[in-house]
């Protein structure tokens, strides 16, 4: 049984509605996901894995993994469904694609890292240098950021890091930027970027991302080997980043190494010089 994806079948006489559609091709199938299916007096969330086998028999649709309870009927020489709920599903497995027929296609972790890094390699992350820095006039927890980024004018970014960073630290400093995020509106100011930083589990203590030495204003940073340099893809408008959400997928899987390098994953943050580091938090998380 290949599943089809969450769809949306109407019962005989229009009685109720089964969140769930299928087809009937192989036997047993797994699937991963959060499905919900409502009989006529409940609704039933199906949130763990099952399996699918089908039988050939009568009209009727059951679910012996709720109960047994009946579903309702679904036309003739319809295949009867039995739920048979596991607690958990293979770690290395996820399903996520669909194939150019419409079949599920299961996705190892090497091939889902891989299309994280790609995503990652999208973001417009660049060295950059803090001219100037003041604290916001209208928030006590934010400082306003005059930022070189190989531009013809430097951006104004804003941080919270009032907490956590000196102002006197961040005058004239080497930084990380992601740009390619859309502008936001912070209490009177328009921020047009990021500084990225590492934090500790507890988030008392945040240093920012540190280029390598020898790293230019502008230049871009990116994750894997040195020699991947040339063969980067095109940096994401903010709108795609957005609408992708390319930050929220990439931003759970950088953190820094025990040598406080930072990485998504396995791969390097670097520069044209060298490893993007934290100055001294190691297994820390960036944001």
Known sequence: MAVMGIGVANWLKGSGTLLFSCRTNSIPAVVSSSTVIASRSRVHYCSSTFSLQHQKTNNTLF???????????????????????????????????????GEVVEEDEESKMRKIKDAANSLDIRVGRIIRAWRHEEADSLYVEEVDVGEAEPRIICS???KYVPLDHLQERSVIVLANLKPRNMR?????????????????????LEPPE???PGERIWFGSADEKDNLPDVATPNQVAKKKIWELVQPHLKTDG???????THCMRASTGVVVSPSLKDANIS
């Open 63 to 101: 679910s012996s993994g709720v109960n047994g309870h009946k579903i309702g009927d679904w036309g003739s020489q319809i295949t009867k469904l039995y739920f048979n709920f596991y607690c958990t599903a293979p770690s290395n497995v996820s399903v996520e694609e669909k194939d150019s027929s």
């Open 160 to 162: 919270g890091l009032v």
């Open 188 to 208: 009177g100011v328009k921020s047009n970027g990021m500084l990225m930083a590492a934090s500790d589990a507890s988030h008392e203590n945040v240093e920012l």
């Open 214 to 216: 020898g790293a230019v």
């Open 259 to 265: 040598a406080s390098v930072a990485a998504l994953g």
